[in-house]
């Protein structure tokens, strides 16, 4: 039954990412990209689903109080079992208009931190929504082949995934990993650092979907040539007063807020650095450092990143989907890379 299931399938690879969730399906590439957001209204205690991916984010910090918007993936990993499932299954049948018979193959990549139990409750939510197997690969692994990196050759790689909730740094060697870590630092630490250096600074508290706005359009790792750089207008509510406001933010502010979490993402870099192995270390030498992952297009990190190492930086063609095309290729070419994903834990 379950082959016969498998003949009208269509397999499919998914980065369950904090921010966004892709969908890869075998043999027609991405042909989805949403944000990994759910809103759900309560009823007699009950959760009913209104919206998810792109209506449902428009209602983040916007809800009235019988409507929730949440996003179930914290740190790149299930916070809310039941929403994320919730949130698997309408991805699924989005991309599955053609029949509830069929039970796709699904791979999904995971944080190279998460604990078994995390990966055990990814694994039950992706069966749960409907899938025949469940395989999981390593967030790094799928990052470097998604940024067409030669992983299975016998020389050090660098890949630093920055992502929405996590920043995974490892070094790759023979389609394996020789070090890795994972850091609770990426894009939503970002707007967080953007929110509190207004608040102190400013007195003004602005939203997570305003602070995501300021980091996409004129957020920038380190200080601007001229101290100041482009500016942008920007509303929120005045704390001092309590009434709405409107102020004018520059480059130069944004760089100051987010100092933090940038050094953070160079401290990293560093430490695997200095726990690579000396041969492969002269090998990311000749190489250098890939970036992935949406955090990738933050202004001027990879020169901000090469001052502190020394090393030459570059970003991939298409960070943002690196994860999703590596997950995808581990699927098209799954006999040689059997090895890096995981069916059974």
């Known amino acids: 039954m379950l082959s016969l299931a498998g003949l009208f399938s269509s397999d499919m690879a998914i980065d369950l990412g904090t921010a966004n969730t892709l969908v890869y399906v075998k043999g027609r590439g991405i042909i989805l990209n949403e944000p990994s957001v759910v809103a759900y209204h309560v009823k007699d205690g009950r959760k009913q689903v209104l919206a998810v991916g792109e209506d449902a984010k428009l209602m983040l910090g916007r809800t009235p109080g019988s409507i929730e918007a949440i996003r179930p993936m914290r740190e790149g ?49 992706v069966l749960s929504a409907g899938a025949r197997r469940a395989g999981l690969i390593a967030e790094p692994i799928a990052a470097a082949i998604g940024a067409g990196m030669p992983i299975t050759d016998p020389t050090g790689s660098m890949v630093v995934d920055i992502g929405g909730g996590t920043t995974e740094v490892a070094v790759l060697s023979l389609g394996d990993i020789v070090y890795a870590r994972s850091i609770r630092v990426g894009g939503d630490r970002m707007d967080e650092a953007i929110i509190s250096y207004l608040r102190r600074q400013q007195n003004l508290l602005i939203g997570e979907s305003t602070a995501e706005r300021i980091k996409t359009s004129i957020g920038t790792a380190r200080m601007p040539d001229d101290g100041r750089g482009a500016s942008m207008q920007i509303r929120g ?109």
């Open 77 to 125: 990993v299930i916070a809310d079992f039941d929403t994320a499932e919730e949130m698997i299954k309408h991805f699924i049948r989005k991309v599955h208009k053609r029949t509830t018979f069929s039970k796709p193959k699904i791979i999904v990549c995971v944080p190279h931190g998460a604990t078994p139990v995390e990966k055990r409750a990814i694994r039950q939510s």
């Open 237 to 345: 509510r005045d704390l001092l007063n309590g009434v709405p406001k409107e102020i004018e933010i520059n480059q130069a502010q944004v760089a100051e807020a987010l100092a933090e979490p940038v050094q953070q993402i160079c401290e990293a870099v560093m430490t695997a650095l200095e726990a690579t192995p000396p041969d492969l270390a002269a090998d990311i030498v000749d190489r250098g450092v890939m970036l992935t992952g949406g955090g990738a297009l933050l202004g001027d990190l990879d020169l901000a990143l090469r001052e502190q190492t020394g090393l030459a930086i570059s970003v991939a063609d298409e960070p943002l989907n690196c994860v999703a095309l590596g997950t995808g290729k581990a699927l098209e070419y799954e006999k040689q890379l059997r090895h890096v994903i995981d069916y059974e834990s």
